[in-house]
């Protein structure tokens, strides 16, 4: 088996796909020939009409990633669906979070719960998709990961505390696994995003913080979901081949990781 496997040949799961950031992520894929899992929780409509833009390669399937026994049950789905295992996962998914400044939890207010619903969502739905994919991966001699992480912990213009220190840990759970699966020609990295203009989750932050940050960027403006998603097909691309446990900032050129 070869080291890479073109775009149109891969199935790629991405989880929270039905909307905000994981849309663009679908329609990145789909418009490279991959066939598509669209995981969604809630966002039933939205992830039928997506998988509707490519029926015979897209099927859109509902789970909870911060349930293992929900993702095992999606991943036999896809198999199912489409007679072959999952070799390319996008972990996504963020657990209920809205990108509101004025409305965070500061230093005095942050509870445990705060973290541990972002470590949940973030790093538990990162560990079970990554479980579930092992055995197909394995059997296909190929796989890749690619985490959605964050420049917040290089440059916290917005301390959102819980939502960073989720990302953080995804981080290093990202390096980790890249040594422990690099064997198994499975690749694990990141791509890190900004603040995009504009998601369902940054729909929240007034115009004055968008226009801060576009100007402290080198192209002084704003990332695009879209863009974001272009940049992430790299880490699944036969182009990314001998890349592993790497972090990609998406962010015009704000911080430099």
Known sequence: MSNSINLSDQIVLVTGGGRG???????????????????????ADAAQTLAALAPERAIAIQADVSCQADVQAMFEKARAHFGQPITTVINNALPSFSFNGDARANADQLTWENLNQQFSGVVGGALYTTQAALAGMREAGFGRIINVGTNLFQNPVVPYHDYTAGKAALLSLTRTMANDLGPDNITVNMVSGGLLRTTDASAATPEEVFDFIAASTPLRRVTTPAEFADATLFFASP????????????DGGLVKD
């Open 21 to 43: 950031l994981g849309e663009h992520l679908v329609r990145a894929f789909l418009r490279e020939g991959a066939k598509v899992v669209i995981n969604y929780l809630s966002s």
């Open 239 to 250: 182009w990314s081949r001998s890349v592993t446990g790497q972090n990609l900032v998406i």
